[in-house]
Each structure stands twice: as structure tokens, then as C-alpha cells.
């Protein structure tokens, strides 16, 4: 089990402000982790952030939503889990499509979670509640450092 | 009738020499059970002529006299007594011996006839040579003119420029007749064609202007004798001056040298069968021409005149005649040539017209649909069914749909691979379950495409004597008695004929066997275009099925963003600052959620809706019983109002698709107990077996499969709503009344249902209650 006390980055990316906010309510509600958040607003933003380590640290996870303009989550996956380096870190998606083919695919390519944004607040706040307790207290994930 | 011929000899007079001897040798017993006693007749040694000319044999090598014609005193002057025995040079002058002897040594036909003169009369002659003696043939010339080539051909050089212009076999036929006619003054020309059995048919006539016309007349095989038909290939031209002659014997009746009746197969005075002259004088054809016209050295037909009082014909008027009769024999392969040329490229048109416009259908069905005619053509047929597994399409005169099937099913016996085609003329006597259809089905030509998935086509043609041109009503003949005697006149014939067609169609041709094989070269190509073009489409319209998918999923994803961002807003400000608001501001924005979590649900089913029809079935045998419970207990979690759910006995195992057909029974069972004003509200969940009382079923439903049902106590639905009720997003009830609901849960229900190729139907009493009736196909 990891200390809770141990800061870790998480990197969403995230083009709607609305599901942002929303995100970031709850984050502030559970206020029990002590999470760095990063974020962007696209996949080329996303593969820019990972691509260039020297600006700042890799996240410890990224939580990627799909249906992104310009460059999609998908291909941002794809880019992810074929760098040796980043390959390591978690991505669990997060996004509306239900479609089983998206489903599929994102595991096919190696991804750790799939979350879907319930419409009923509540819910998102119960599914948000357990990503991060499962994640930066349950799991033991791959130090970046 | 073929014979074999001794192998040895290839020279066709030979050949049909032996072909008369077997057919008219009284100790060779016909095997060919078509054989009459006509054919049997040996009239190539009647030892006997006509009594227009004189005949004298004699030995070759020293001219001697063996035999002579009874009639010598008239002609010769001299009687035969004072003759036989003696050499020719008694009779002619050595001049005209050294030209006899010229004639023999060249080719007879083209020295032929001899211009002598015998006893101070001019004659004509002709000289051929036996296998044993040399026959002479004398007639008397009535205005001898020395004739040379340039009056010959000064004679042929207009007919056969006209027969030379002739474009079509019709045409030359025709035009022969017009010279043969003009040529001879004979009251009546006709062209005879033999068709492969032997049988003849009128297809072209010049005659005398108030005489009926024979044209298209048929007769019967028996009318022309087979030994007669073989005399005709080696003696191509027979004239009979009069045929109420009476016939004048050799003598002596057997010829010294071989002690038997003369070879008379190639004399032009031989006697003709008593039969014959019988059948001209019941015609009152006094006079008759024959001139054979010969294809490929067989006998293709006849040129026949027919005079109504005697007629004799000069010499050089008949060589006219049967040089005509050869330029014909000559033209009739080139026109024959073209004819098939024509018709081949005739046929290959129809055909190549049916492939390019069957590319606009989208099956071969509905290909051949559209060209029922064209393709009877192609076969000359008049009737056309096409059968592709269980579908029969028939066109034109067929015999009804019902002994199509068992008659297929006999064509695939009877086709061994290779084959695909099979054709009869005679389909009555070879499959008599379809005898009585003899009309419209003599002739059958059967085309197989495709055994596996019995694919065939079937041509029929009916009986002859439905088709045959009647070449006009031939009017009884007068004052014919016919006395049982086998001949009388054409129209008699043509009776006979008749007859000898009954129950037989026109013979398929071979070009219309070759087209219909070809034709199913095409039709091969055209199901396999419209397999790729299938696959192409399936292709197509997975494309662009993923794409719908994709585009239902993005859309919905789309509209649920801004969605879920109104919805949770809202409940951000209910949570933030609902102390600030009073209780209309409160119940706004709640109002505003519900709205918003309406409209979720909406895209929501839609989506899902949209899914219901492409993604693809898990079927297994589902038990539904254990589907039942699992429904019932999730719905009594949820909606924990007393129901009484009544299940007569368990469901039974069917195959289909268990999650689907839980969301049925779930969308059924909570229609029943949303829709349900009753203090006690019930339900009841069973099926109907296929052998029980069906009675209380739609009739919608039209099935023999098992039913289930599920049957309440409700509100009940108006006639004119239960149509509505499926119908997507259409609510019969305000939203707020029943619990509300997408309107689309009975949509899916039945879109489910009939995924499984099954299908659902309401009955119900307003106020009392609904039955839903559903079977999940096979």
C-alpha cells in the first residue's frame, strides 16, 4: 500500500472545461491524496506534455479522454504504448462512448481502465472515488523517478 | 438409314449403289422398321422405259447389242430381233461411234447429250457406262439445232445471274423456282426441303396463277421412297412427259451379260414405280420434273414441277435445268452458311442485349423476368420457365406450375455430367406424366445452371401440328376417289403428315442449343457479377454500418457533453447555493435535471435502438424460465409494489438471445405494472404451444411456431392506438402520467423480436387489460 502522504502526478486530458470542472470538483472534494494535477486540452497538447520530460516530470498516470479534437485519445494511446518510456505508465480512459468497439480497442492497445462519465453526478462522484482510491492507494504504480 | 458401304469404295456412286441394293435386296431382312414396302420397291431395275426414247446396251469392247427397248421398230425403224446381237455400227455411223467412245472416255456430263443421227431421223443421246455394259439412250430431236456452248451459256447466263443475286436461302429457292419455270413453261414449280427425318416441306412455288398454292405444305417421309431419294443423288435430273404412259420392257427382260435385271439407277428413260405415276394422276399432274438439289453429297432437297398435261422437254432444256438445279445445290451451302451466320449473329445479339441490361437487375430472376421474350427467342421455344431453388417463374405456354418441380427433378437424372442440356422433341412419350400436355410441352430443351442451388431454365415448344405454317386451307380435291390406295393428293399427304407429327414439336436446332449454352456462360457470369457486386454492397454497407455506429456513438457522445455539463451544473448550484434559493427557484432547477436526464434517456434508447438492428444475435438455447426470475427479481428490487405474477407453468428452453430477450420481458413487465390503475394489479407470463388451441391468438401473428405471452390487468390500449404503440418515441400518455417513459421501449421490444425473425401482436380491452403475444422464429 503507498503512502498516502506521497505526492504523484496525474495528467488528464480533458477538451471540455464543463467535464473539467466537473473532474475537478470532486478531486477537491476527496482532497485526501495529494495529487498534482496537470492538463490538456488535446492529443497533440497531451503528446507534447509526455514527449518533452525535460520541461517536467512524467505523470503517474493519465487519465485520457477519447473523443478529443484535432488529435483523438485513441491515437494519443497508440503514440503512448509504443514509446519504450511511457509505455510503463498507466493510462485509464475516461469518456463518454459506451461503443464496445472503443472498448476493445483501448484494451487491444494496452490500456489500464476504462471509466465512463456517468450523466448523474453522483454516480461520477462515486466512479471518481473509486479510480482514485484504486489507483494512488490501492495499486502500487512504477515510480517515475 | 445409314448403311455401311464397303470402306474400299469412296466414290460416291458407288456408295449409293450399295445403299439401293441393301435397301431393296428381298433377302436382307430392314432393320429400320420405318421401312415400307415403297422402300423396298426396286425401282432401279424395272427393266423397263418410258416410251419417249429408245435404250440399247452393248458391250464395250466390241459394241455389240445385248439388250434394246420393245419399242425400237417405232424409233429405229428396225425390230429389236434385228438388232440384238448385232454391233452398233449397224445403226450408226463409225463418226458417231468415235463420238460414243469419246463421250465414255471423258467425263459423260459434259460431252452429253450426243447429237447423232439414227435411220434418218435426228436424235438425242446420252451414253453412260454400267458396271458390265454400255447403256445408250436415244431420244428424237423434233428441231434439231446444233447447239454449242455459246447457246448454252447464251440459256444459263440470266437464271444464274438472278440465282447469283439472291441474299437468302428463301430467296434463292424462290428465284429458282421463278427460272426453273420460266425456263421449262411447267404449269408448277416448287422447292422441296427434306428435314433430318426424312419428311418434306414446300418453301417455295411459281405457278400458274389460278392453281392453289402448295406453298407450306408438309409430307409425310413415306411420299418420296428411301431408294428413290438415294436414285435421286446419282441421277439428278427425272422426267416423266407423261404420266399415263405405258412402259416399255427391254428385251430380253435380263441382260445376256450378268443374267439379271439392268443397273437402270442412272438411265434418264428408266420406268418409274407404278406408285409414282398413281400419286401424279390423283394429283392430275399429267407431267413431271424432278431436279435434285444435293448438299454436302447429300440430298437436300428436290426442285419439282408439275405439268397438268403431257409435256415433253428438249434435251438441252433439261441440261439448262440441271445446271440450274447444280448452281443451286452450289449456293445452297454459301446460303445455308450465311443463313446460320445470320442467325448466329442474331442470336448472340439477343443474348449479348439480355446480359448488358441483366447488369441493371438485381437478380437473375428479375433479369430474366424482364426478357421472357428474348430468351424464348433465342431458343425458338414458346414457352420459358425459369426455377431458382424454390422459386418457379413461368412465360408463354408452359404446362402448369405444379409438374414443373417433379419434371426437374427427372431432367437432373437424366443429365450425366458433363451434360447441362437436355432436349427432346417427343416429351410425351419419354416422360408421360406430362403426355397430356402435349399442346403446349412436345418439345422440352433443358438448361441446368446450377444443380446445388437448382438453378434451371426450361424451354418448350409445342406440338408441330400447332405451329406448322398451313400454307393455306388446301381445298379437297374433286372427283378424287381414293380406294384405300396409300397416296392421293397434297392435301391427303399433308394428313398423313400430320399424323406422323402428332405429339412431336419442331426439333430443336442445333444453333438454338449452342445459344442456350452460351447464354449460360453469360448467366454463370451474371450471378457471379452479382455475387461480387453482393459482396461489394455487404462491404459497402458494413462501412458504412461501422460508420453509423460511429456516428450514433459520437452524436450521442455530442449531445450527452453539454448535457451532462447543464445536468451537473445544476446540481452544483442546488449544492452551493440552494440555502440562497427559495423553493420555486429550488424546484426550477430540479425541473431543469429532470429535463435534462429526459433527454439523456432519449439519446440514450436511440442510440441503443439504432444498434438493435446491426449488431449481431448470440443465439443458444436459452432456458426462459431462469430468464424470467432473473427479470422478476431485478424488477422487484426496483419497484417494490404488491404485483401478483402469475406463471401457469414454466417457460420452456428456446434458442435466441438472452440478454435481448431479458430486455423484452423486462420492457413487457414494466409496461404492465406502469400501465396499471388497478388496486390488484396481475400479470401473467406463458406460452402456447404449436399444438394447442391457437384460436385466442392475433391473427397477425400467422405462425405455427410457440408463443409466449405476457397478459395484464391494466389500462388497456384503444384499437386505434395499438399501431402507435410501437412506433418510436411515440407516448400515448402525458410524461408525467404512468411514471413516463423514452417511448422507445416498446420499439426495441419488437425490433428484438423480429431480429429473431419472430414477431409481436397486441390484443386488448381498454380499461381490462393487454395481452402481448411474441414467437422468436425458428
Redesign the interface.
Known amino acids: 500500500m503507498d503512502d498516502p502522504t506521497l505526492s504523484h502526478t496525474l495528467l488528464v486530458v480533458e477538451d471540455?472545461d464543463?467535464?473539467y470542472e466537473?473532474f475537478s470538483?470532486i478531486i477537491r472534494e476527496v482532497d485526501r491524496f495529494d495529487l498534482s494535477i496537470a492538463r490538456c486540452v488535446d492529443g497533440e497538447d497531451a503528446l507534447d506534455y509526455l514527449m518533452s520530460p525535460e520541461d517536467h516530470p512524467l505523470p503517474d498516470l493519465v487519465l485520457l479522454d477519447l473523443?478529443l479534437p484535432g488529435t483523438d485519445g485513441r491515437e494519443v494511446l497508440a503514440e503512448l504504448k509504443q514509446d519504450d518510456r511511457l509505455k510503463v505508465i498507466p493510462v485509464v480512459v475516461l469518456?463518454?462512448?459506451?461503443?464496445p468497439?472503443?472498448v476493445y480497442t483501448c484494451y487491444y492497445a494496452g490500456v489500464s481502465g476504462y471509466l465512463l462519465?456517468s450523466?448523474?453526478?453522483?454516480q461520477?462522484r462515486a466512479t471518481m472515488h473509486q479510480f482514485l482510491e484504486f489507483w494512488f492507494q490501492a495499486t502500487v504504480l512504477p515510480s517515475s523517478n | 438409314m445409314t448403311s455401311s458401304v464397303s470402306p474400299e469404295s469412296s466414290d460416291p456412286n458407288t456408295q449409293v449403289r450399295a445403299e439401293i441394293a441393301i435397301l431393296t435386296d428381298p433377302d436382307l431382312v430392314p432393320s429400320d422398321v420405318s421401312l415400307t414396302n415403297c422402300d423396298r420397291e426396286p425401282i432401279h431395275i424395272p427393266s423397263a422405259i418410258q416410251p419417249h426414247g429408245v435404250l440399247i446396251t452393248c458391250t464395250e469392247d466390241d459394241f455389240v447389242i445385248q439388250q434394246i427397248s420393245q419399242n425400237a421398230l417405232q424409233l429405229l425403224g428396225q425390230p429389236p430381233a434385228a438388232l440384238l446381237g448385232q454391233p452398233l455400227s449397224k445403226l450408226l455411223p463409225p463418226n458417231q461411234l468415235d463420238q460414243i467412245r469419246g463421250c465414255l472416255a471423258a467425263d459423260f456430263e459434259q460431252v452429253n447429250p450426243l447429237q447423232l443421227r439414227v435411220n434418218g431421223r435426228d436424235m438425242g443421246g446420252v451414253a453412260h457406262r454400267t458396271e458390265t455394259v454400255i447403256v445408250l439412250e436415244l431420244e428424237p430431236l423434233d428441231n434439231p439445232q446444233p447447239i454449242d456452248f455459246f447457246d448454252f451459256y447464251r440459256w444459263v447466263k440470266a437464271p444464274i445471274n438472278h440465282l447469283q443475286q439472291a441474299q437468302t436461302l428463301t430467296e434463292l429457292c424462290q428465284t429458282a423456282a421463278a427460272e426453273v419455270r420460266q425456263i421449262t413453261g411447267f404449269d408448277r414449280v416448287m422447292v422441296y426441303r427434306f428435314d433430318s427425318d426424312g419428311a418434306g416441306d414446300v418453301i417455295a412455288e411459281d405457278r400458274r396463277s389460278d392453281l392453289e398454292p402448295f406453298l407450306g405444305l408438309h409430307y409425310p417421309a413415306t411420299d418420296i421412297p428411301k431408294q428413290a431419294k438415294q436414285l435421286y443423288r446419282l441421277n439428278r435430273l427425272r422426267l416423266i412427259p407423261d404420266a399415263t404412259y405405258e412402259p416399255i420392257p427391254l428385251e430380253p427382260l435380263h441382260s445376256p451379260v450378268t443374267q439379271a435385271p439392268l443397273d437402270m439407277s442412272l438411265s434418264v428413260l428408266r420406268s418409274v414405280s407404278p406408285m409414282h405415276t398413281e400419286y401424279l394422276n390423283n394429283m392430275g399432274v399429267r407431267a413431271s420434273l424432278s431436279i435434285s438439289l444435293l448438299c454436302n453429297q447429300q440430298l437436300w432437297g428436290l426442285i419439282a414441277c408439275h405439268h397438268y398435261v403431257p409435256k415433253p422437254l428438249s434435251y438441252p432444256l433439261r441440261t439448262v435445268c440441271e445446271f440450274v438445279g447444280q448452281a443451286v445445290s452450289m449456293e445452297l451451302l454459301t446460303k445455308l452458311d450465311k443463313q446460320r451466320l445470320v442467325e448466329r449473329v442474331r442470336l448472340q445479339s439477343i443474348q449479348a442485349n439480355f446480359v448488358q441490361s441483366s447488369s441493371r437487375y438485381q437478380s437473375l430472376l428479375a433479369a430474366i423476368s424482364h426478357h421472357p421474350i428474348d430468351l424464348m427467342v433465342l431458343a425458338d421455344a414458346s414457352g420459358l420457365v425459369f426455377c431458382e431453388g424454390e422459386q418457379l417463374i413461368a412465360f408463354g405456354q408452359t404446362p402448369p406450375e405444379p409438374t414443373i418441380a417433379p419434371l426437374i427433378h427427372w431432367v437432373s437424372q437424366q443429365l450425366t455430367p458433363p451434360a447441362l442440356l437436355y432436349s427432346t422433341d417427343q416429351l410425351g412419350k419419354v416422360y408421360p406424366a406430362l403426355a397430356d400436355h402435349q399442346v403446349v410441352a412436345s418439345g422440352l430443351l433443358a438448361l441446368q445452371i446450377s444443380p446445388a442451388q437448382n438453378i434451371h431454365l426450361l424451354w418448350f415448344k409445342p406440338e408441330v401440328v400447332q405451329t406448322v405454317n398451313w400454307g393455306g386451307e388446301p381445298k379437297q380435291q374433286q372427283g378424287v376417289d381414293a380406294e384405300g390406295l396409300p397416296y392421293l393428293t397434297p392435301r391427303q399427304s399433308f394428313e398423313r403428315w400430320q399424323e406422323t407429327v402428332r405429339r412431336k414439336s419442331l426439333p430443336w436446332s442445333d444453333l438454338a442449343k449452342e445459344a442456350v449454352l452460351e447464354l449460360r456462360g453469360a448467366i454463370i457470369g451474371i450471378v457471379l457479377k452479382k455475387v461480387d457486386e453482393l459482396a461489394m454492397l455487404n462491404a459497402d454497407l458494413q462501412r458504412s454500418n461501422s460508420e453509423l455506429d460511429a456516428f450514433a456513438y459520437i452524436a450521442s457522445h455530442d449531445l450527452k457533453e453539454p448535457l451532462r455539463g447543464i445536468h451537473n451544473y445544476s446540481s452544483f448550484l442546488i449544492e452551493d447555493y440552494g440555502e440562497q434559493l427559495d423553493a420555486e427557484g429550488q424546484h426550477k432547477l430540479e425541473t431543469l435535471m429532470r429535463l435534462t436526464q429526459r433527454m439523456e434517456d432519449l439519446i440514450s434508447s436511440l442510440l441503443h435502438y439504432s444498434r438493435l438492428g446491426r449488431a449481431d444475435l448470440a443465439i443458444y438455447d436459452t432456458d426462459l424460465s431462469a430468464v424470467l426470475a432473473e427479470v422478476l427479481g431485478v424488477i422487484q428490487m426496483s419497484q417494490p409494489e404488491s404485483v401478483e405474477f402469475r406463471i401457469p407453468r414454466s417457460l420452456p428452453t428456446l434458442a435466441c438471445d438472452r440478454i435481448r430477450v431479458t430486455e423484452v420481458f423486462t420492457n413487457l413487465i414494466s409496461n404492465a405494472i406502469k400501465y396499471n390503475n388497478k388496486p390488484h394489479k396481475w400479470i401473467e407470463i406463458g406460452y402456447i404451444t404449436p399444438d394447442e388451441d391457437r384460436s385466442i391468438l392475433p391473427e397477425t401473428l400467422d405462425t405455427d411456431q410457440m408463443v409466449l405471452y405476457v397478459r395484464d390487468n391494466g389500462i388497456g390500449i384503444r384499437e386505434r392506438q395499438l399501431e402507435n404503440v410501437f412506433k418510436i418515441f411515440k407516448r400515448l400518455h402525458a410524461p408525467n402520467r404512468y411514471g413516463g417513459g423514452t417511448g422507445a421501449g416498446l420499439t426495441i421490444v419488437k425490433k428484438i423480436v423480429e431480429r429473431h425473425g419472430g414477431r409481436i401482436a397486441i390484443q386488448s380491452v381498454p380499461r381490462e387489460g393487454s395481452t402481448f403475444y411474441f414467437y422468436l422464429g425458428q
Do not use: L
Open positions: 471540455s464543463e467535464d466537473i470538483r473523443n469518456t463518454t462512448s459506451s461503443n468497439e472503443d462519465k450523466f448523474n453526478p453522483n461520477f
